[in-house]
């Protein structure tokens, strides 16, 4: 075993920790233990970035007329996306996608603004800024499960109408809603799967070697 290795209890841990985080959006009224917001941002902070660009920026809601502003926008998508799904919209509707009005905290993760200034691994793949962002924002994710905090990942809102009600300067871009909060216990599956709407695919469908192979389309279910 090398030197580099970490034990085996700290392994399973790191395993226990990917294979029971959850989306969450059930959420206790209760407060955030002192220092356990910075402590996650922290996690976020420490994520890979392309060129080492640290893209992130995260706004931190604490007016309530703001965060019941932010809840306004999210509805309205979520009642546009069940329109756009005619087949199942009653059934969407029946999903609980966020806890913004319950959670102890919300965070706003947006893009740093002059990213094109940064062109080391952008030049060809300027979309590395956001793989960037969803590197922190698993970081801080991970680290509140093993802290047993719920974290909710909300992508339901409209980005330009959400900067502005931010004050986003130009550039600035919003990709994602996080709700963090106290859980009275984690969900056993991820709801969507539990809901019927897709499964984790098994290995084999993601996994291939050396070229695409014939008849794996690859094309995801539209629902």
């Known amino acids: ?24 959006r059930h959420f206790l009224p209760d407060p955030l233990p002192d220092g356990l917001l910075e402590r996650l941002v922290e996690a976020a902070h420490l994520a890979p970035s392309v060129g080492f660009m640290q893209p992130w920026r995260f706004i931190r809601i604490t007016e309530p007329t703001l965060r019941a502003q932010i809840h306004t926008q999210v509805e309205a998508e979520r009642r546009a996306t069940a329109a756009a799904l005619p087949s ?41 800024d956001i793989a960037s962002v969803g590197c922190a924002i698993q970081n801080m994710w991970l680290a509140a499960r093993a802290e047993g905090i719920g974290l909710g990942w909300v992508s339901f809102f409209e980005p330009d109408a959400l900067a502005a009600l931010l004050g986003l300067p130009p550039g600035a871009r919003p990709l994602a809603i996080l709700c963090i909060g106290q859980v009275e216990a984690f969900y056993p599956r991820p709801m969507f799967a539990d809901a019927g709407w897709g499964r984790r695919l098994p290995l084999a469908e993601v996994l291939f070697e050396n070229r695409w192979p014939e008849g794996a389309g690859g094309t995801p279910t539209a629902y």
């Open 88 to 128: 199942r919209n009653d059934e969407f509707l029946q999903v609980k996608i966020e806890g913004i009005r319950d959670c102890a905290e919300v965070l706003v993760a947006a893009l740093m603004p002059q990213r094109e200034k940064h062109l080391i691994g952008r030049r060809t793949l300027p979309e590395m």
């Open 1 to 24: 075993m090398s030197a580099a290795t970490y034990s085996q209890p700290e392994i399973d841990a790191l395993w226990r920790t990917l294979r029971e985080r959850r989306d969450m």
